[in-house]
């Protein structure tokens, strides 16, 4: 079936043009990092996490929110998700694939991801985390394609494919509570210290994965032949609404018991974040910017009419998609960092190298989806057809 994704129109093979332009400049500047080394970063002895480890933390809940489909449509038989289901699973083998390749520049020497497997670690939460993102890649490719090639025949997909099925839908919540582990195992950073951290990506996973869905779908719908449903649609708009609701509630739990215990390691880092602390205040801009988007995100989301709108919904998304970006992707990770723990503030900002490295792994990533993409609605219009 990979044949149909080298046939297109001039469009289509612009975007990949474009995708691929942005991926061989992030190789270039990939290449001086690994010359140079990651001094060439933003990062240094007190932010020794940053925006490598910010897109991996905001993919993994990306990719997770796959189960968001597979679920309702394998176990409960719910048909209105049944051409979209292979897109979530699809958006899900890309996400890993970024995920994976986040990790791989951040270690700066990329012989290092050897040691996981030749130095297997069990009592290390990163030896779990590579584990379950690599056996969910594994999942999706093997169920997606499995599921899309039986569709292309006219037949029932091969009864040995449902225990990967079930496994799956086991196999999502586990990469972003592992991932979650990660912080909440470090009792050193105050920020990331609470029970609620993977409860807290969960949320943030199925309100952002789904968001993504639904302008993708729209998308598709606009550019193709193949629609995947209103009803479809409109389902996911309720589950980004709920899961948002829920994401949102979850911050003010953090931020009523950092406030209201007047524990300082725990209100610094999120003075810092939304207020600024000892004359520094890079990220509050976007903090306030990400309060700003979930705010009026749930305005459109909550008024049913509205959400019932493909407009206003493909709005909500996009502001709920950015909102979880900035918090995850960028405010969660370095505000743990400030202060560190002699009390003391030292700013990150992402500089120029790292920041194309950046954009390079996400065209990496929409190169992966837009092939597979390709192949997956080629199948459906055909079948349609």
Not at 9 to 38: E, H, K
Not at 61 to 68: D, E, F, P, Q
């Amino acid at each position: 079936m990979l044949e149909k994704a080298l046939q297109g129109s001039p469009r289509y093979w612009r975007w990949v043009a474009v995708l691929l332009a942005l991926s061989g400049l992030g190789f270039i500047f990939y290449l001086r990092q690994f010359t140079q080394g990651l001094g060439i970063t933003g990062m240094s002895r007190d932010v020794s996490w940053g925006f490598y480890i910010g897109q991996f933390t905001f993919l993994v809940g990306v990719a997770a929110s796959a189960v968001v489909l597979v679920l309702p449509y394998y176990l409960h038989n719910y048909k209105v998700f049944g051409k979209m289901v292979v897109l979530g699973e699809f958006l899900a083998v890309s996400a890993v694939s970024m995920c994976m390749l986040f990790i791989f520049v951040d270690m700066g020497q990329p012989m290092r991801v050897f040691n996981v497997l030749l130095h297997p670690t069990p009592n290390s939460i990163m030896f779990w985390d590579a584990l379950v993102l690599s056996g969910y890649l594994f999942l999706n490719i093997l169920v997606g394609w499995t599921v899309l090639h039986a569709e292309k025949r006219g037949v029932a997909p091969p009864k040995w494919i449902k225990p990967f099925i079930y496994l799956s839908i086991v196999w999502a919540p586990s990469i972003h509570t592992v991932t979650a582990f990660l912080y909440a195992g470090l009792p050193g950073r105050h920020m990331w210290l609470t029970a609620i951290m993977a409860a807290r990506f969960l949320a943030s996973a199925f309100a952002s994965g789904p968001a993504l869905l639904i302008v993708l779908a729209l998308i598709i719908r606009r550019y193709s032949k193949f629609d995947v449903g209103r009803e479809a649609i409109q389902t996911l708009g309720k589950f980004v609404t709920y899961f948002m609701v829920v994401n949102v509630f979850f911050l003010a739990l953090e931020l009523f018991t950092a406030f209201y215990s007047q524990i300082p390691g725990h209100m610094h880092p999120f003075q810092y974040l939304f207020a600024g602390l000892e004359g520094h205040g890079k990220l509050v801009p976007m903090m306030w910017l990400s309060v700003a988007a979930a705010v009026a995100s749930l305005l459109l989301l909550l008024i049913p009419g509205l959400r019932a709108q493909e407009g206003p919904l493909a709005l909500a998304a996009v502001l709920v998609f950015i909102s979880l970006w900035i918090d995850k992707g960028f405010g969660l990770v370095v505000g743990g960092f400030i202060p560190n723990p002699f009390e003391r503030v030292f700013e990150y900002w992402p500089t120029l190298p790292e920041t194309f490295i950046t954009l390079g792994v996400w065209a990496v990533g929409f190169l992966i989806l837009t092939v597979l993409y390709k192949v997956a609605v080629s199948v459906k219009e055909q079948l349609e057809a």
